[in-house]
């Protein structure tokens, strides 16, 4: 398995609190990805990295942001959380591309639910 | 948006049979993904199939790729319980090489 290390694992919070997510890789690649899973929505992606300092938005990208100062960490920031944001959130990361070879390994998942 | 549209949202078939699953996308793609998740796991990447590739073959699985179509197929043959799980295909959309977009998958159960 590749080493994709997500915490927490569970957290339950309150509207308006903020909420950090971190993803922790072992493996030294390059890409690392956001998204979250909704019954009905399959996995949609929230932001990218493709390198230290380097970040870009995904499809649901409001209300979120990100950080990446190291290559193994990759963090997700809900400045004021709300119900919405209630879900399941998937780490990913890619040595290469999607467009070229580039199949994503995932971690565990974080469940998130704000009340 | 979803690029990928799996197709049906639901299947259940007997230990044994094949299993087909299909997915239709909306744009140019470079490559085409499959991905199983069992319940409460993340996703696991089955295969890879590129856009000039029309079949691929791994173990049980057989992926096919219309892009005149633009639709692909996951056939997985002599079905156990253990395939029992969700079933996502991904698609890289030409025009943004650095992500993948998910459909909504395919919930499989093999029944024993």
């Known amino acids: 398995d590749a080493g994709i290390t997500q915490s927490p694992r569970h957290k339950v919070t309150e509207t308006g609190t903020p909420v950090t997510l971190r993803c922790h890789q072992t493996e030294n690649h390059r890409y690392m990805y956001w998204y979250r899973q909704d019954p009905g929505h399959g996995l949609r992606l929230i932001h990218y990295s493709y390198g230290v300092k380097d970040t870009d938005k995904g499809e649901v990208s409001d209300g979120y942001s990100v950080s990446r100062s190291k290559t193994e960490d990759f963090l997700l920031t809900l400045e004021s959380a709300t119900s919405s944001q209630t879900s399941v959130y998937f780490c990913?990361?890619?040595?290469?591309?999607?467009?070229?070879?580039?199949?994503?390994?995932f971690g565990e998942g974080s469940r998130l639910t704000v009340l | 948006s979803q690029q990928g549209e799996e197709d049906p949202q639901a299947l259940s078939i007997q230990e044994g049979e094949n299993a087909t699953m299909n997915c239709s996308y909306k744009?140019?793609?470079?490559?085409l993904q499959w991905y199983r998740q069992n319940s409460g796991r993340g996703l696991v990447h089955l295969i890879l199939i590129r856009s000039n590739e029309r079949e691929k073959h791994s173990g049980r699985l057989r992926v096919t790729l219309d892009t005149s179509k633009k639709s692909s197929s996951l056939l997985i043959t002599a079905s156990r319980a253990a395939d029992t799980a969700s079933y996502f295909c991904?698609?890289?959309?030409?025009?943004?090489?650095?992500?993948?977009?998910f459909g909504s998958g395919t919930q499989l159960t093999v029944l024993p």
């Open positions: 991904a698609t890289d959309g030409a025009g943004s090489a650095r992500q993948l977009t």
């Open positions: 744009t140019s793609i470079n490559n």
């Open positions: 990913a990361i890619s040595e290469s591309r999607p467009g070229d070879t580039g199949e994503l390994f």
